[in-house]
């Protein structure tokens, strides 16, 4: 079955400073990988995803995320956080084929906090 | 595009009564779509598995008599609460996904139910 571990319930940040959330997964086979982020009382909005292909993946919002097979991980970073990038950011996992086709497998999530 | 709404997007409920949450996809044809429950600071916790025209599939300890999950169209799915307890409040979010997609899940907005 697959997991998703996002190390850090909380961060904080300073606004300018440079970020970057955990991720680490686990799958039997090359995964489906995904950011996503949610405002209070909101749904979850696609930063960006990894399918195949180029191991660092840009998204929208200026986050970029690497795929490291070796380390089974997909961390999300920015260069520089805006106080608009507070907001709680999940980590995802979809199974590629077998009976969990298209199932998604959410990590805990990373709160972030921005300090002006 | 990809675009997903949700109806209502919060509602309030005496206990024992049934509740119709309503999932669109706005801007392209979703063969199938998910429902996910989520707690206060908790992480998204899939519930079933919807494709249009065929019964939902449901996630191990969820039941399928309390939530009732039609999938009639391409564009609509509605999860039922039938005889909603409290504890059934909660914030229900679904998604949506096709080929169209690229297999990736776009979210609505959630709706937080509370019931009485």
């Known amino acids: 079955a697959q997991s998703v571990t996002q190390p850090d319930i909380h961060i904080t940040v300073s606004e300018g400073a440079s970020l970057e959330l955990r991720c680490n997964y686990s799958?039997?086979?090359?995964?489906?990988l995904f950011w996503y982020v949610q405002s209070p009382g909101q749904g979850l909005q696609l930063l960006l995803k990894?399918?195949?292909?180029?191991?660092l993946v840009q998204g929208i919002k200026g986050f970029e995320a690497e795929f490291k097979r070796s380390q089974s991980s997909f961390n999300l970073r920015k260069p520089s956080v805006h106080w608009s990038d507070a907001a709680e950011y999940f980590c995802?996992?979809?199974?590629?084929?077998?009976?969990?086709?298209?199932?998604?497998?959410f990590g805990q999530g990373t709160i972030l906090t921005v300090h002006p | 595009g990809a675009v997903v709404s949700q109806h209502p997007s919060r509602v309030i409920c005496k206990s024992g009564t049934s509740v119709k949450i309503e999932c669109r996809s706005l801007?392209?044809?979703?063969?199938?779509m998910f429902w996910y429950r989520q707690f206060p600071k908790q992480s998204l916790m899939l519930m079933a598995t919807?494709?249009?025209?065929?019964?939902?599939?449901?996630e191990q300890g969820v039941e399928k008599d309390k939530f009732l999950i039609n999938h009639a169209s391409l564009t609509l799915s509605t999860l039922t609460v039938t005889s909603a307890h409290p504890e059934d409040s909660s914030f229900y979010i679904c998604?949506?996904?096709?080929?169209?997609?690229?297999?990736?899940?776009?979210f609505g907005p959630g709706t937080r139910l509370l019931v009485l």
């Open positions: 998604s949506a996904r096709s080929p169209a997609t690229q297999e990736t899940q776009y």
């Open positions: 799958y039997g086979a090359t995964p489906y």
């Open positions: 990894y399918f195949s292909g180029d191991t």
């Open positions: 995802a996992v979809g199974a590629a084929g077998g009976t969990s086709y298209g199932k998604l497998t």
């Open positions: 801007d392209f044809q979703a063969t199938t």
């Open positions: 919807s494709n249009e025209g065929s019964k939902a599939t449901y």
